[in-house]
């Protein structure tokens, strides 16, 4: 059995923990800094077997529960983005390494990019998935009334707006697992607000707030991933964010939306693995040697 630890810290006095399963491969084999992976609002430390799973022979893989999250203390009232900037770094200092490679999904994308750029020099390599570089009007109007279905104590009700939000629900377009997905994020996100102390406020604060993905970004190794159908920004958006970092690379994974992490589990833990050990993604068929440009398995834009 890999060996797990859970280590807690805190920062402007706030309580948070972090997790820690050891890479379970020889000392001789091949490894890689270690996996920090940061996931969206609701998306705690125990929310990502399939990276354990992959990950383990290569790399210690860390998930968090930060401030705000999970069981951790809340935040207080106001923007969080230093809070949980200063959070990672603690983890990162914690770990006593010089650099991490940092995966950020959906609102933990936002996360990751700004801690690249407040410490580019501590992140080895850097991947983004699912990426909000763009909310609409009519979005915020949805998630607003998700939230105002919450306050008023109608729990499925907001489950299954937050769900139809967040998946391509479009029957023109083919999602592989759509079913299976809907049913799991609807009762995943009924789960955290009937036994997270802290989900309401969550949902509130990733409404309120608005994730800054400008200032671009260099002298790190970054690829941005998305599903071809993702309805929270379009790949599109998402491909015309990654331009903005320096020598990063872009694809889009076939019959997939925003939740492409569930529907396209082993292809993204898959793509993940290859890219943090810098091993070819293009013999895979994950990647056009082309920066910014889809791979076949994935369908070309335009």
């Not at 383990?56 to 999250?69: E, I, S």
């Not at 009007?137 to 998700?146: D, K, L, M, N, V």
Request: neutral net charge; proline residues 8%; charged residues 20%.
């Amino acid at each position: 059995m890999p060996e797990e630890t859970v280590r807690s810290l805190s920062v402007d006095g706030l309580r948070y923990s972090y997790r820690v399963l050891r890479r379970t491969g020889p000392d001789t084999g091949p490894h890689t800094e270690p996996v920090v992976v940061l996931g969206g609002a609701l998306q705690g430390m125990l929310g990502w077997p399939q990276m354990d799973g992959r990950l383990g022979p290569v790399a210690n893989v860390v998930t968090a529960d930060l401030p705000g999250m999970g069981s951790a203390a809340p935040l207080p009232p106001g923007p969080s983005a230093d809070i949980l900037c200063a959070a990672v770094t603690r983890i990162i200092d914690d770990l006593g390494v010089p650099r991490v490679n940092l995966f950020g999904f959906s609102y933990g994308a936002a996360l990751a990019f700004r801690c690249a750029q407040h410490n580019p020099g501590r992140i080895a390599r850097l991947m983004l998935g699912g990426v909000p570089a763009h909310i609409t009007e009519a979005q915020r109007a949805h998630w607003q009334c998700a939230t105002d279905r919450l306050a008023a104590g109608d729990r499925e009700g907001f489950a299954t707006l937050v769900t139809e939000a967040l998946m391509c629900l479009d029957p023109d377009r083919y999602v592989a697992r759509r079913d299976l997905a809907y049913r799991y994020v609807r009762r995943s996100m009924l789960h955290a607000v009937e036994h997270s102390p802290h989900a309401a406020d969550s949902m509130f604060r990733s409404l309120g707030d608005r994730p800054d993905f400008s200032g671009g970004l260099s002298g790190v190794p970054a690829l941005v991933f998305t599903g071809e159908h993702d309805t929270v920004t379009s790949a599109e958006r998402q491909r015309a964010f990654a331009a903005t970092i320096r020598g990063s690379r872009f694809t889009t994974i076939r019959d997939a939306d925003h939740w492409v992490v569930l529907e396209k589990a082993d292809e993204v833990a898959e793509l993940v693995l290859r890219f943090f050990t810098d091993r070819p993604l293009e013999p895979a068929g994950y990647l056009s040697a082309v920066p910014h440009q889809s791979h076949p398995g994935v369908r070309p834009r335009p």
